[in-house]
């Protein structure tokens, strides 16, 4: 029996597809974004979350697939206006007029609203006060990028979009966009964001959805998908298979062994700690690589993201 809209996850996106002329760009893409919590949909460069989160919006059609926005199914029925007033959109390049002043553009946002946000806090908050009465056209890009937060959310919708929220933004303006993104989550708003900011998703996400090559490669939560802690034996490319074999021959079953291009990684079971550096220390010496390095290793998503795809978060447009 379909769930009532009001029990529906915020968003729904099931087997999605879109290509743009013969370059297939999503492959089926699926995946849910919960109610009240902050989802990061992750990738590199191009790979296609702006078409993502674009087509989530009602603003790209795409060629299959489905995507359900507060229970509503947005290709089949339209992203009709009771709907748009309960979501809040921040575009990737602002999309705001340029010849308006700042706190013009935000007051005429606030009035197509029934219970908007006070414009004049919301631009203080986000440190735009100072060039309230400044014309778009002449905001720096850091500054429109935060006039664009700023006309997501003032009308208090319950699901925001927002894609690549803090690029450009410097690390003050940066810090209090993800305060208010906290703020706003603790209060109930749902939000999906996309980013190639492993830090940003890693902060601020209950839920990562990491996409390459127009499918969804892993989800969870930013704990699940880096793992745990592990040792790392750094060797020269050319002794990486012997020092491999022999780590995996010596340590025993309760360690997982994996050889990467310069370096081998070892989860013991539970974290490691002195002791697990001190055991991979002298199973080295007594195999012969005395002179391998030995370091613990916090993991982060790019490792996982490295593991997972083979390449590169930070890497060219495909
Ligand atoms: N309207 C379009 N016509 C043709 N190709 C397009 C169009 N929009 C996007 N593309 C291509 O589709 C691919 C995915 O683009 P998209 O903007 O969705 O990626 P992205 O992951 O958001 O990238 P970025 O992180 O750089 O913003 C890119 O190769 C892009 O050049």
């Not at 492959?27 to 078409?51: H, M």
């Not at 793992?227 to 010596?250: F, I, K």
Request: glycine content about 10%; overall charge negative.
């Amino acid at each position: 029996m379909p769930r009532p809209a009001s029990d529906a996850p915020a968003l729904q996106v099931a087997d999605l597809r879109k290509s743009y002329g013969d370059r297939e760009v999503l492959r089926g893409l699926s995946f849910d974004a919960d109610r009240g919590r902050l989802t990061a949909v992750l990738g590199p460069n191009g790979v296609g979350k702006t078409t993502t989160i674009e087509c989530c919006e009602g603003l790209r059609r795409p060629g299959g697939g489905t995507v359900e926005v507060l229970g509503h199914a947005v290709h089949r029925d339209g992203f009709d206006a009771a709907l748009r007033a309960r979501v809040g959109v921040m575009l990737q390049d602002g999309g705001l007029p340029l010849a308006p002043r700042a706190a013009s553009v935000l007051a005429h946002v606030a009035r197509l609203h029934r219970d908007p946000l006070d414009p004049a806090s919301l631009l203080s908050r986000l440190g735009l006060t100072d060039v309230a009465r400044t014309t778009v056209r002449r905001l720096s890009g850091g500054q429109r990028q935060r006039l664009a937060l700023a006309a997501a959310l003032v009308g208090r919708p319950e699901l925001v979009f927002l894609d690549e929220p803090s690029a450009g933004l410097d690390v003050r303006a940066r810090l209090a966009v993800w305060d208010l993104l906290r703020e706003l989550r603790a209060d109930g708003v749902s939000l999906v964001l996309t980013t190639h900011l492993m830090a940003e998703a890693e902060e601020l996400a209950d839920h990562v959805v990491v996409i390459d090559a127009g499918r969804v490669v892993a989800e969870g939560t930013p704990r699940e998908l880096v793992g745990p802690d592990e040792v790392r034996v750094t060797v020269s490319p050319d002794d990486l298979s012997a020092v491999s074999a022999a780590l995996d021959e010596r340590l025993g079953r309760s360690w997982q062994v994996h050889p990467h291009r310069a370096w081998v990684s070892l989860v013991p079971a539970g974290s490691p700690d002195a002791g697990s550096l001190a055991r991979v220390a002298q199973v080295l010496a007594e195999a012969g690589h005395p002179d391998a390095g030995v370091t613990s290793h916090r993991r982060t998503l790019e490792d996982a993201f490295l593991e997972l795809t083979g390449h590169s978060f930070e890497g060219a447009d495909r």
